[in-house]
């Protein structure tokens, strides 16, 4: 009884400061401020944002459906303040004031209307700015990003132009440019030798540079919906690459220096118009899914049997005939996805897959015959389900 009695007023006294740092409006947070170091406050029913200033402690403040125009001005004097985090708001203009917070580390204004930027956030040195869903026009970077800075998101503002100087000192880890409406590829992007994620999907170049290449730091590149109708041989030197994604675009074809990537572990290249599979896919030893679907891909090829990691296979709406029949003594594959192909067969030989579950054959042209057989084998075992 005495042990528990000391657990409990040990743990108790944690237990308020664990629930006290976190507050949900100012008048709470004014109870204890010197408890307080969160505040989350949602909704627009906050008439004034007096008394804000008070929580002298604060690290991080978030803004969620707030009803301002401009950012609060007591949030100016909060010094200690590490983390901003606005969104669905009216702001239009980032002030010069911002620059006063040298402790600012995370700054989020997103899904407002930032228009215009006053201040130069590279001095105040972020680590991570996000400002998504704004209406960003001209964005000079050396204004954004200082050498603490590892992660910039500018994606969906409507950016007519990008100014940019010495990237070559910035340890920046991340830019997103998603949906910015630019028409050429972002070439500064290329001398950021430290990036690793880069997503400039949803915008209307068509073709990328060779110098793609100097990105050998790159572990995700998105380049979906960017009207792409070829991609540059240097892609095959991004040596850490585990994750490319080239959806939506107008690909004819994947260069066989693609092949080269060791470390690629996903490669999505869904509706395009791509007739083949590379031979030397064989190449790719990391892979484990392969998304081709909506494509105009006839067959597979024997090499991709070889793939000893590769767990999932989408190949669905393509004019695929015939399946290899040593496809199914694949080590690995657990999902293949052919819905929609001119499959004719399916071999008994797929019950000889051992890590095989789904095997989608739908809407193929597969005999009554040879589905009667299938199912009838189906009814002796529960380990895979097969849609046909």
Not at 111 to 130: P, Q, V
Not at 255 to 262: D, E, F, I, R, T
Request: proline letters at 3%; a positive charge.
């Amino acid at each position: 009884m005495r042990l528990t009695f000391r657990i409990l007023f040990i743990i108790f006294p944690f237990f308020i400061y664990a629930q006290s740092s976190l507050v949900e409006s100012i008048e709470e947070g004014l109870k204890n401020p010197e408890n307080v170091k969160e505040i989350y406050i949602s909704g627009n029913n906050v008439k004034s944002y007096e008394g804000l200033e008070k929580l002298y402690l604060l690290e991080r403040l978030t803004l969620v459906n707030v009803n301002i125009n401009n950012i609060p001005s007591q949030i100016f004097e909060l010094k200690k303040l590490k983390e901003i985090r606005i969104s669905h708001s009216n702001i239009k203009i980032l002030p010069k004031d911002l620059e006063n917070l040298t402790k600012l580390k995370k700054l989020s204004i997103t899904y407002s209307k930032l228009e215009k930027i006053n201040c130069n956030l590279s001095k105040i040195e972020l680590t991570e700015i996000d400002l998504i869903e704004n209406n960003l026009k001209k964005i000079e970077l050396s204004n954004f990003i200082s050498s603490e800075t590892i992660s910039l998101d500018l994606s969906s503002n409507p950016i007519e132009d990008i100014g940019h100087n010495n990237p070559e000192t910035s340890n920046l880890r991340r830019i997103s440019l998603r949906k910015t409406g630019i028409k050429q590829f972002p070439s500064f992007v290329t001398f950021y030798k430290y990036l690793e994620n880069l997503d400039l999907s949803g915008n209307t170049f068509n073709t990328v540079p060779e110098t793609i290449g100097n990105l050998s730091n790159l572990h995700f590149l998105g380049l979906n919906r960017c009207a792409l109708i070829s991609l540059p041989n240097n892609i095959g030197s991004l040596n850490k690459l585990t994750w490319l994604e080239v959806n939506e675009n107008n690909l004819t074809e994947l260069p066989n220096s693609l092949c080269n990537l060791k470390k690629l572990q996903y490669l999505m290249a869904s509706r395009n118009n791509l007739e083949n599979i590379p031979k030397c896919i064989n190449k790719l030893i990391s892979l484990t899914k392969l998304e081709l679907d909506n494509n105009q891909i006839s067959s597979i090829p024997k090499s991709l049997i070889t793939l000893e990691k590769l767990s999932e296979l989408e190949l669905t709406n393509n004019k695929i005939k015939r399946i290899p029949n040593k496809l199914f003594s694949s080590l690995s594959l657990r999902s293949i996805q052919l819905k929609n192909n001119l499959i004719r067969k399916l071999s008994r030989s797929v019950f000889k897959a051992d890590e095989l579950r789904v095997l989608n054959l739908s809407k193929n042209r597969i005999k009554k015959s040879n589905k009667k057989k299938i199912i009838e084998l189906l009814k002796k075992q529960k380990r895979i389900t097969i849609h046909i």
